[in-house]
């Protein structure tokens, strides 16, 4: 399985921004995806993510202004940023949980990641 990201980039304080993540491989099924994000010198933390029965989890700094999306394959979950911060500036990981078809086995993966910089 491989994701990868795509959207990041240099924004305005209180502008928006959406990242895409796309999904390749042999998926079974998904029981958990979403956006983490990490900067230098600190831990990856949550932002926000959404489980298969559509259950959401939301990083009580993003409260509000992230939303998160996701469908087919080709938009396999997306992220919605609103009224950007500087302190948002982070690089931005999609993630799954995972079942496999060949071999049936159920694994968290990650994307390379995509920088969000949000100037002041």
């Known amino acids: 399985v491989q994701l990868e990201e795509s959207g990041g980039g240099l924004v305005q304080n209180g502008g928006s921004l959406t990242l895409h993540c796309g999904a390749s491989?042999?998926?079974?099924?998904?029981?958990?995806r979403g956006w983490h994000r990490q900067v230098p010198g600190l831990q990856r933390e949550l932002v926000i993510s959404?489980?298969?029965?559509?259950?959401?989890k939301v990083g009580d700094s993003v409260k509000g202004r992230f939303t998160i999306s996701s469908d087919s394959t080709k938009n396999w979950v997306a992220l919605q940023m609103n009224s950007l911060r500087p302190e948002d500036t982070a690089v931005y990981y999609c993630?799954?949980?995972?079942?496999?078809?060949?071999?049936?086995?159920?694994?968290?993966?990650w994307g390379q990641g995509t920088q969000v910089t949000v100037s002041s």
């Open positions: 993630f799954g949980d995972v079942i496999t078809d060949n071999p049936r086995i159920r694994n968290d993966y």
């Open positions: 491989g042999s998926i079974l099924s998904t029981q958990d």
């Open positions: 959404i489980t298969n029965d559509g259950v959401t």
